[in-house]
């Protein structure tokens, strides 16, 4: 059975850092690309950022770029997102996402249940 | 950026057939993907590539993509598939993007 599951959410300050996992099991991590989505409160979903089996493409939403990183430690089959310069709107619910398909033909398979992060003084 | 229009919201009686939309530009070039999210819970794929079905996901559930629209079909509306309803596609200059979400209630 896939799952996957988020961790690292909580409080921060704004300005603060917050680093995110997602540690996936039932399926062979390596083998897909992996992708992070946000809800903020009582809104629609955003996709943040994605990268690569290998790691070796990364992408992102443009509010987040210089701010977010996303990794991958295949040989604990995790997936990070390591937040820094944290600002009150990036405060939402943080889902990781398995992507299934094939080139350029993707789409969300399995969703993790989310980790909540809340920016504010 | 390419922009996707949902309506806010669907009402639909038990038994009927609701249709959720989602609009845009030359949509029908693109691949399609539904979720469904009910509160509290994390999003569910219903449909992708614009019509097919996930494994468990009941056949009252179908999509179609033409001209600048893509519709989700759900039949035989029942009390548990309220929920808010998203659609998706993959763009070449914004990568993922997601339609604003559709409140679907069963009255």
């Known amino acids: 059975e896939v799952q996957l599951v988020e961790s690292g959410g909580g409080l921060v300050q704004p300005g603060g850092s917050l680093r995110l996992s997602c540690t996936a099991s039932g399926f062979t991590f390596s083998n897909y690309l992996m992708t992070w989505v946000r809800q903020a409160p009582g809104k629609g979903l955003e996709w943040v950022a994605n990268?690569?089996?290998?790691?070796?493409?990364?992408y992102y939403v443009d509010s987040v770029k210089g701010r977010f990183t996303i990794s991958r430690d295949n040989a604990k089959n995790s997936l990070y997102l390591q937040m820094n310069s944290l600002r009150a709107e990036d405060t939402a619910v943080y889902y990781c996402?398995?992507?299934?398909?094939?080139?350029?033909?993707?789409?969300?398979?399995?969703w993790g249940q989310g980790t909540l992060v809340t920016v504010s003084s | 950026s390419y922009v996707l229009t949902q309506p806010p919201s669907v009402s639909v009686a038990p038994g009927k057939t609701a249709r959720i939309t989602c609009g845009g530009n030359n949509i029908e070039s693109k691949s399609v993907h539904w979720f469904q999210q009910k509160p509290g819970q994390a999003p569910v794929l219903v449909i992708y590539?614009?019509?097919d079905r996930p494994s468990g996901i009941p056949e009252r559930f179908s999509g179609s993509n033409s001209g600048n629209t893509a519709t989700l079909t759900i039949s035989r509306v029942e009390a548990g598939d309220e929920a808010d309803f998203f659609c998706q596609v993959w763009d070449t200059s914004a990568h993922w993007v997601f339609g604003g979400g559709t409140k679907l209630t069963v009255l």
């Open positions: 996402a398995r992507e299934e398909g094939y080139s350029y033909a993707y789409y969300f398979d399995y």
């Open positions: 990268i690569k089996e290998d790691g070796s493409e990364k």
């Open positions: 590539y614009d019509a």
